[in-house]
Structures are given as C-alpha cells and as structure tokens.
T-cell receptor
C-alpha cells in the first residue's frame, strides 16, 4: 500500500477563494482523521470519521470548514471562504481502529492563503 | 495548562550521546503515542504504548501510568535523528489524540 495520500502537497490561494484538500486513506483502515498544524497551536484534531461517518467535528474551527467522506477510500476537507489565518499544514491520517491503534499520516498539505 | 506537556522544547546533542525526551499528561488515557516529524513535514508513528516499555532499534519508549509520564530515549544518537518528536495521548473517554507541542532535536556530528 502506498500509505495515506494527500493532495495537493502545496496550495496557495487568495483570501475568499474556496480550497479543497483531498485524502486517500490506507485500504482497510476504518478511521480517518483530519489535523491542522500551526506554529502557534501545534497539531490539532479537526474532525474524524469511522466507517465514513463523522464522529467528532468539535475541532472544526468555524462553519467555513467542512469535511466529507463519501466512501472508504476518499475524504475532502473544504474551506470556503478561505482566510489568511487558515494558513497551516493540514494532515490526514488513518488507522485500523481509533486512538488505540497506530496512526498513519499523509505527507500533509501546506496551505497558504494570501 | 496543556493537557500534554513535553520537555525539553529544544535539545541539541553530539553524535553518540544518549537522549531523553519527557512527556507528562494530566488526562486519563488509553494509549500514548510518540511521533517523529522531519524537516519537510512528514509525520511517522514511532511507538504506541499503554504500559511498560517498547524498543525499536536505538529507540526506547517507556510509560508510567501511575505517574502519568512517558519518556522517549535515543541511544547512540546520530545526525539523522534530528527531527521534532511529538508525544500524543489518546483520551480514554473520547478516543481522540491530544498532542504535546513537540521537542526539536538537533544532533551534530
């Protein structure tokens, strides 16, 4: 398996534009996590899915953020409209079980909103 | 107060030195993770443990549940060990990971 695959690796966009980040988890993993990493706050959980169902989205900062998992092999994180403070590295991770199993991270998407 | 705290924040060492990074947590946990992040960003899981000790090559992770403390040790450190090491605790009631702020390690030849 190629691991967790995220795209794009880098995204530069103008304030107000819609941004969509994509993630393909490892096949057979039932859990998918979206994290955001900033210098100020470190790594933070945004949302996680179990068997394609959102379980906890309490970390999603505002209504501008939304995430979907239409099937077991694909998830998106959308920001609309984007703002400069959304600039961060966004990681997707997947695992067989929940937080008690090893998490496998994607390479991340570095988002810059200007 | 952060629920997961790491120390030190920054660490420099000479090649060959023994290194210890500490992690303390205040929440009830079901597992403790150690992650490694190299410059350029990728995050790799090093260990997941809920009791005792685990060893992988030159890396050793220990946890003391009673004291709510874990350590990551690197024996015979090497410049390629230079990275940020992140401790993360799985909250037992939410199953979510709470992350420490990381320890930036630089090992010089």
């Amino acid at each position: 398996d190629a691991g967790v695959i995220q795209s794009p690796r880098h995204e530069v966009t103008e304030m107000g534009q819609e941004v969509t980040l994509r993630c393909k988890p490892i096949s057979g993993h039932d859990y998918l996590f979206w994290y955001r990493q900033t210098m100020m706050r470190g790594l933070e959980l945004l949302i996680y899915f179990n068997n394609n169902v959102p379980i906890d989205d309490s970390g999603m900062p505002e209504d501008r953020f939304s995430a979907k998992m239409p099937n077991a092999s694909f998830s998106t994180l959308k920001i609309q409209p984007s703002e400069p403070r959304d600039s961060a590295v966004y990681f997707c991770a997947s695992s067989v079980g929940g937080g008690n199993t090893e998490a496998f991270f994607g390479q991340g998407t570095r988002l810059t909103v200007v | 107060k952060n629920e997961v705290e790491q120390s030190p924040q920054n660490l420099t060492a000479q090649e060959g030195e023994f290194i210890t990074i500490n992690c303390s947590y205040s929440v009830g946990i079901s597992a403790l993770h150690w992650l490694q992040q190299h410059p350029g960003g990728g995050i790799v899981s090093l260990f997941m443990l809920s009791s005792g000790k685990k060893k992988h090559g030159r890396l050793i992770a220990t946890i003391n549940i009673q004291e709510k403390h874990s350590s990551l040790h690197i024996t015979a450190s090497h410049p390629r060990d230079s990275a940020v090491y992140i401790c993360a605790a799985t909250e037992w009631d939410t199953d979510k990971l709470i992350f420490g702020t990381g320890t930036r390690l630089q090992v010089f030849p």
